[in-house]
């Protein structure tokens, strides 16, 4: 059982939509060379033409399981579910919109580094999320800054 949950995951990875390996650096590599920039386009474009085919597949799912249930207690539930898919594709809209504004960096040469302190984000936080913007102790500072107040 646990086999079966580890490669359901590994196959839901950024990386595994888009078909790449982990990035390996060679010593010396510039950092954001063209290489590493095609790495992220691939990854990008791959994950945001997933998210647009679920998009579709909701669309079209939606249209075919609209019925007018006589049972109120159907009715109630079929919009319950259509609420949960719409919430989720909004969602995911959003992230689309991130991927295309991270897409437009690469294309500018403006992706992989902090936009609050300018430093080299990584290439493996990259790879976990490829529209992260601020390096782990910028994005920790507002984080803890959040919950501040929040609280």
Known sequence: MQEGKKSKA???SILAIAGVEPYQVKAGEEYMNPKQLEHFRLILEAWRNQLRTEVDRTVSHMQDE??????????????????????????ERKLIKKIERTLQKIESEDFGFCESCGIEIGIRRLEARPTADLCIDCKTLAEIREKQMAG
């Open 10 to 12: 590994t196959s839901l």
């Open 66 to 91: 609209a019925a007018n249930f006589p049972d109120p207690a159907d009715r109630a539930t079929q919009e319950e579910e259509f609420s949960l898919e719409l919430r989720n594709r909004d969602r």
